[in-house]
C-alpha cells in the first residue's frame, strides 16, 4: 500500500494542498486488501503528506482516481467525458429484435454509429402488413 500511496503521490501532490478530495479505487483480481483499504490508507497519507485542507467523498474539490488490476497499478491522471454507450470494439456482433417501431430502429442505428456489426431479428405477429411496414422502416 506503501508504494501505491509513492505513486499516486507523484501524480497528485500539486493538486491537493489546500483543497478537498477524495480518493476512488477500482480494483480487480486476488489481493489481501479492499478497494476501501487502499481509499482509506492513500488518502490518510496524501492527507498528511501533501498538506490537503480535508477528505470529503460527497464533494471534493480533487479526485485521485486508481485502477489495480492484477498486479498492475493504473493511476488515473485525467479523465475525459465520452459520448457513452458501448465501447467501441467491446462487442463484435450484435442482434437488434426488429418490432417495427421507431425505438428499435434508433437503437439499431444508434449501435452501427457506433461500430457495432449489427443484425436483425423480426417475428411475424401481425402478418404480411406488418412485414412490409417493418421492412420499410
Do not use: W
Request: aromatic fraction near 8%; proline fraction near 4%; charged fraction near 25%.
Amino acid at each position: 500500500l506503501d508504494d501505491i500511496v509513492a505513486r499516486c503521490k507523484a501524480h497528485y501532490a500539486k493538486r491537493l494542498p489546500g483543497k478537498i478530495f477524495a480518493v476512488r479505487c477500482k480494483r480487480a483480481g486476488t489481493h489481501p486488501f479492499s478497494p476501501m483499504d487502499v481509499e482509506r490508507h492513500v488518502g490518510s497519507q496524501l492527507r498528511q503528506q501533501c498538506g490537503a485542507a480535508g477528505i470529503s467523498l460527497k464533494a471534493p474539490e480533487v479526485e485521485v482516481r486508481m485502477e489495480i488490476r492484477d498486479q498492475r497499478l493504473f493511476v488515473v491522471h485525467e479523465q475525459h467525458d465520452g459520448i457513452g454507450g458501448y465501447p467501441l470494439g467491446a462487442l463484435e456482433q450484435t442482434l437488434v429484435l426488429m418490432s417495427g417501431g421507431f425505438d428499435s430502429t434508433v437503437a439499431a442505428y444508434q449501435m452501427m454509429r457506433r461500430g457495432l456489426m449489427t443484425h436483425f431479428c423480426f417475428f411475424n405477429l401481425g402478418g404480411r402488413a406488418h412485414e412490409l411496414g417493418v421492412m420499410e422502416v
